[in-house]
């Protein structure tokens, strides 16, 4: 199940993440990028939900914001 959040969602959900988790946002990132290597966001989110017990909800948003991240970096 794909969960798709507004964009205001997601900016709410991705500042929540730090007091949240206890880790900030650069730390997730490292955790994805050193993760397994899957082809489908909704794979990398269950992946992280699970491996790392947070919720699917923040585990999608830090799955999104990777990859908005990511495709910034490089344009």
């Known amino acids: 199940?794909?969960?798709?959040?507004?964009?205001?969602?997601?900016?709410?959900?991705?500042?929540?993440?730090?007091k949240v988790t206890g880790r900030d946002i650069p730390e997730w990132f490292s955790t994805i990028e050193n993760g397994p290597s899957f082809l489908r966001c909704d794979e990398r989110s269950n992946w992280l939900a699970d491996e790392h017990g947070i919720s699917h909800g923040y585990a999608t948003a830090l799955v999104r914001e990777h990859e908005r991240t990511r495709r910034a970096r490089h344009y």
């Open 1 to 18: 199940m794909s969960l798709s959040h507004s964009p205001e969602t997601h900016s709410k959900l991705i500042a929540r993440i730090p």
